[in-house]
């Protein structure tokens, strides 16, 4: 059952790319460092260290050479290219690349997300006011309302959108034509998007989590664009605990060089990166609070498990809700514990996390068996 269907006490919340269905986009802010999702403040603190260029871009060799070349020929036939698809977990750079996609192609980036667009009327209004070649930046494309969903679809492949004046019976459409443009699409969810719509995009792009080389790198750029010096080690420790996210890794240096600031001497070195950590409670895996009360309550309150999600949130004091959107992503993607039909699972690694002995069960008995 690869697809995690059928789950014991699982609600609504079906494995999709690994990550549950109602991930993030919905998920209720939590006062976490290494949580993924950013709330408008901390994308304004983010402009400043987003790559402008595709070869400043970090990691995503795939991607970067395959956007690489369609902007490439873009520019050679002197036209907008095809509309480009971006999907993979927050936090990833679909929205920096959508901004070096507008950049790299000389044009101007308009930026919506699904939504923000209520009525199909919204998106036509945008629609009608791009200019010849300029990018249009969806984001959380999978959250647009059908009736705009299909207007896009035509605005996608004839370039036109209908607009339909007058009601009832007596209504009419209008087609207005569009100047070329690209749609770039975000998505976390990408499983979520109607084939019609999928099949609009020339490109799609997936954006995978950042090894820790990569994150270093992320992170030894960052710390040049803030004016600090970061040393090697301190950036090799603060890349481990940011679970494979270049949002994060920049979350978590500005707060080591708060720390480095206020508490230490200001150097960003590897005392500076493990105190201030320590102090913000993410540990050396990434787990912060919440996550290691998940695994000490799996692991020394119910031997292991399996429990239900609902038991297990109660005994951390969260609602189910929380544990499942919050906690349990990164808890599954790194295998500390396994989703069985018969509730949450400890495995081996997660008993070697907290410092116990791994009891000859765990393992054994892992996803889905
Ligand atoms: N490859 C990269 N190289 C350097 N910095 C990166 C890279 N990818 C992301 N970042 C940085 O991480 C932060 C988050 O990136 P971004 O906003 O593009 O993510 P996203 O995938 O659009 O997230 P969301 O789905 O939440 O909108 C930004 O500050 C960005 O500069």
């Known amino acids: 059952m690869a697809d995690g269907r059928?789950?014991?006490?699982?609600?609504?919340g079906a494995l999709e790319d690994g990550l549950p269905r109602g991930l993030l986009d919905d998920a209720p802010a939590a006062p976490s460092?290494?949580?993924?999702?950013?709330?408008?403040?901390?994308?304004?603190?983010?402009?400043?260290?987003?790559?402008?260029?595709?070869?400043?871009?970090?990691?995503?060799?795939v991607v970067r050479d395959q956007l690489s070349l369609v902007l490439q020929a873009a520019r050679q036939r002197d036209r907008a290219p095809d509309h480009v698809l971006l999907s993979g977990p927050p936090g990833l750079g679909k929205t920096t690349l959508a901004m070096i996609i507008a950049a790299e192609l000389g044009t101007s980036l308009r930026i919506t997300s699904g939504p923000a667009i209520q009525h199909a009327g919204d998106l036509a209004a945008v629609l009608s006011s791009l200019e010849e070649g300029e990018v249009l930046f969806l984001d959380e494309i999978h959250r647009l309302a059908r009736p705009a969903e299909e207007l896009l679809y035509v605005a996608m492949e004839d370039f036109r959108v209908d607009v339909v004046v007058g009601k009832g019976a007596g209504a009419s459409a209008i087609p207005l034509a569009l100047p070329p443009f690209t749609v770039v699409g975000a998505t976390t969810r990408a499983g979520l998007l109607p084939a019609p719509l999928r099949d609009r995009f020339g490109f799609t792009g997936h954006l995978d989590f950042y090894d820790a080389g990569e994150l270093e790198q992320v992170l030894t750029r960052s710390a040049g664009l803030l004016g600090v010096v970061l040393a090697p080690e301190a950036a090799a420790e603060i890349a481990g605990r940011s679970r494979g996210t270049p949002r994060i890794a920049n979350r978590l240096l500005r707060r080591v060089r708060d720390w480095a600031e206020v508490r230490g001497d200001g150097s960003l070195d590897l005392a500076a990166a493990r105190a201030a950590l320590a102090v913000f409670e993410v540990d050396e895996r990434g787990l912060d609070r919440l996550d290691r009360s998940v695994l000490e309550a799996l692991c020394l309150r119910f031997g292991g498990g399996p429990v239900g999600l609902t038991t297990l949130a109660v005994a951390v004091g969260e609602e189910p809700e929380t544990v499942e959107t919050v906690a349990e992503p990164f808890l599954v993607r790194e295998g500390l514990v396994g989703r069985t039909p018969r509730g949450r699972v400890a495995l081996a690694p997660a008993w070697t996390h907290l410092g116990l002995p791994v009891p000859p069960s765990a393992g054994g008995d892992t996803l889905f068996g």
């Open 6 to 12: 059928g789950l014991a006490d699982d609600g609504p």
């Open 33 to 61: 460092l290494v949580r993924p999702g950013a709330d408008d403040l901390e994308r304004a603190a983010e402009a400043a260290l987003r790559p402008r260029r595709l070869d400043e871009f970090v990691g995503q060799r």
